[in-house]
C-alpha cells in the first residue's frame, strides 16, 4: 500500500474518530478541574514538570511508551525506568502510549493488543503496583476502528483536538489544549480557563519537556508555572486524569 493511502486513510480514521463517540459520557464533575499531562516522555517533565505540579501540591499524569524509555533525540532525553518508578512513587498517575510511539490508526485490533500488553508488562517489570488506565493517542492521532478496543482497556484516552471537555463527552477522544510553548500564550491559557469556569469544564493541557529551551513541543517551567499559578488564583482544583475522572463520575 503507498504511503499516501495510508496517509489519507489515517486521516479519515482521525477524523471519524473526532467526531463519532462510541458511547456519549456526561461528566459530573462539581467544579471547574485542570489536569496537566505529559506525553512520551523526556526526562525534563518527570523531573522539572513533575517539581512545579508537587510545589503546587498536585499531582500529573505521564503517558508513557516503554519502547522510548531511554533513548535520546535531538529534541531530548527521555526519563529512564527509575524516573518512572519515582514519578509513581510520588503519587503521579503512568499513563499509557502505545509501547513502539505507533499511532493507533495504523494497527490493526491484535497489533493494538500487543502494543498495549508490551507497555503493561514493560512497566509492571518496574513496579507490580503501576495499573494504566488511561491513554493518550500517540501524535494525536485518534483511531475510528480502534475506539471500541480502547474503551475496553481503558477509561479515557486523550487527543490533541483543542477545547475544554465539558458536559457530554467522548471519553475515548477528550480534547485537549497545548501548553507548548509555541502553541499557546498567556492569554489563551487564560481564555481557556474561562471556558472551563463558564461551562463548569475540564481544560487538559498536554506537552513533552519542560525546560528553559523547550523543544518544539515543550514549554518553559514559566510557561507551566503560569498555568499552575492561573489555576490556584480561580480556585480550580489541579487532578491527575484519574482523579479527574473520578470527580466526573467515571
Ligand atoms: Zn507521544
New binding site residues.
Given amino acids: 500500500m503507498n504511503a499516501m493511502w495510508s496517509e489519507a486513510r489515517a486521516r479519515v480514521s482521525h477524523r471519524l474518530a473526532t467526531h463519532l463517540s462510541v458511547e456519549p459520557f456526561r461528566l459530573l464533575n462539581e467544579t471547574p478541574m485542570v489536569s496537566f499531562t505529559f506525553?512520551?516522555i523526556p526526562k525534563s517533565a518527570a523531573t522539572t514538570g513533575a517539581r512545579l505540579l508537587e510545589d503546587h501540591d498536585a499531582r500529573g499524569t505521564f503517558y508513557i511508551?516503554g519502547g522510548l524509555v531511554g533513548t535520546e533525540t535531538s529534541d531530548w532525553t527521555a526519563v529512564d525506568g527509575q524516573d518512572i518508578i519515582d514519578l509513581h512513587r510520588n503519587g503521579h498517575e503512568i499513563g499509557c502510549?502505545t509501547f513502539s510511539?505507533a499511532r493507533a490508526c495504523d494497527l490493526d485490533a491484535e497489533a493494538l493488543a500487543a502494543e498495549i500488553a508490551g507497555n503493561r508488562s514493560y512497566l509492571r517489570t518496574l513496579d507490580a503496583s503501576i495499573k494504566l488506565k488511561n491513554f493518550a493517542y500517540?501524535?494525536g492521532y485518534g483511531s475510528f476502528g480502534r475506539k471500541g478496543q480502547l474503551k475496553q482497556a481503558f477509561q479515557s484516552c486523550r487527543s490533541i483536538v483543542p477545547g475544554v471537555n465539558s458536559g457530554t463527552v467522548d471519553l475515548q477522544f477528550l480534547r485537549a489544549m497545548p501548553l507548548i510553548e509555541h502553541g499557546i500564550d498567556r492569554d489563551e491559557i487564560e481564555r481557556a480557563y474561562d471556558q472551563a469556569q463558564i461551562h463548569n469544564g475540564w481544560l487538559i493541557f498536554y506537552t513533552h519537556d519542560v525546560a528553559n529551551r523547550p523543544s518544539a513541543y515543550g514549554c518553559s517551567p514559566d510557561l507551566m508555572s503560569h498555568a499552575l499559578e492561573a489555576a490556584a488564583k480561580r480556585n480550580i482544583p489541579v487532578l491527575n486524569m484519574a482523579e479527574a475522572l473520578l470527580c466526573a463520575g467515571v
Fill in positions: 506525553d512520551d511508551s502510549h510511539h500517540p501524535f
